[in-house]
């Protein structure tokens, strides 16, 4: 199946693992592909793949993902510095402020690289490196991120499946048809006709310091995830002994509920413009290439870009191969706006202001 070659780089090691649940196979006779599904389409992106993986577009480049880490950490440590010997005068306060909410951006974006395994070829380097990053630079557990991420990469947009839009009716109303369905319904949690406003205010800056922030530790804490638990100690610990010997208490909490907003805000309009101005609706039980593509627009390359999103303007390529390496999405790009054209399906890029307006 698809996603399951799209997700594993250790393929022989599952496959030990599903062995057990094999209860037989398809007759001869008997189709492979559902009705739903684009038969052609499949046939078509399956021998795409073959061909990305002979051209070795899914092997990383390590000094890449070195120079990435090292930009990160001097950020990381810069912060700190700024506030050591400037002092803590409002200047200083807020040119430290700007980066360490840098350096946790680009960190959530290497994390990103490493929870997909497409930094190393050995998936443990990977999650050894992968717990470093989101657990004791970010301050959030590793395998949280991977069960919600890993849902949202089989099932984007699709509601009830896909946790990123749980947001659905609570917070906002997402996509035509479910505006629709409320309406039919009359039922209202919010004054959607202000959704647009309320934004602003709301998901950007809050997502980070509220909801993640609890949701992080309590799905750690209710699955026993211990060893993610004491990495994440680790950060709290550094950042409070470090900064606490700098800024008094008030002061102290302002530095970090500040800097959490400002990587909110990042993070959100980063991550929503890929997908929010797109299709959301139940799922419709479509193949892979077809789920994905639907949910999926990319955002212009520049090296600000790349840099700035950490490669997700590239998000339909990423989807379709979420273990390849960052640093390739360009070159398969063309690749899979020309599979696109061959079966009439939109292949969506804009300029990054036009996508943060989509989302509103």
């Avoid at 430290?96 to 690289?113: E, K, N």
């Avoid at 100690?233 to 008030?250: A, H, N, P, Q, V």
Wanted: aromatic share 16%.
């Amino acid at each position: 199946q698809d996603a399951f070659v799209a997700f594993h780089v250790d393929k022989l090691l599952v496959n030990k693992y599903l062995k057990p649940l094999l209860i037989g196979e398809l007759a001869p006779d008997q189709p492979s592909i559902e009705p739903t599904k684009n038969k052609m389409l499949v046939k078509d992106f399956r021998e795409l793949r073959a061909s990305v993986e002979k051209m070795g577009l899914l092997k990383p480049n390590k000094l890449f993902f070195f120079l990435h880490l090292a930009h990160i950490l001097l950020l990381d440590t810069a912060a700190w510095l700024v506030l050591f010997y400037f002092g803590t005068s409002l200047m200083p306060f807020i040119v430290s402020l700007v980066m360490l909410s840098t350096s946790q951006v680009q960190a959530s974006w290497l994390q990103h690289d490493l929870g997909h395994l497409s930094v190393f070829k050995k998936t443990k380097w990977n999650h050894l490196l992968h717990k470093f990053v989101m657990c004791h630079l970010i301050g959030a557990s590793a395998k949280w991120w991977t069960l919600l991420h890993s849902r949202h990469h089989a099932k984007p947009n699709c509601f009830q499946k896909d946790p990123d839009i749980d947001m659905h009716p609570f917070l906002f109303t997402l996509g035509k048809k479910f505006s629709v369905e409320l309406g039919i319904k009359k039922k209202k949690y919010m004054p959607y006709n202000h959704q647009h406003k309320y934004f602003f205010i709301t998901l950007p800056p809050l997502l980070f310091p509220t909801y993640f922030h609890c949701h992080t530790f309590y799905i750690a804490y209710t699955k026993r995830y211990w060893v993610d638990l004491a990495w994440m100690l680790t950060f709290y610990i550094r950042f409070f002994f470090t900064y606490g010997s700098l800024l008094e208490i008030k002061s102290l909490l302002a530095y970090y509920f500040i800097f959490r907003m400002l990587e909110s805000s990042w993070f959100v309009w980063v991550s929503q413009m890929n997908h929010i101005p797109m299709d959301i609706y139940y799922d419709k039980n479509l193949d892979w290439v077809s789920t994905q593509l639907q949910a999926t627009c990319n955002v212009e390359q520049s090296l600000f870009n790349d840099w700035f999103t950490g490669h997700l303007n590239f998000q339909i390529e990423h989807h379709l191969f979420p273990t390849m390496p960052r640093h390739n999405y360009w070159k398969v790009a063309p690749l899979v706006k020309s599979l696109c054209a061959k079966h009439g399906i939109e292949y969506q890029c804009k300029p990054l202001l036009t996508a943060f307006a989509d989302i509103v």
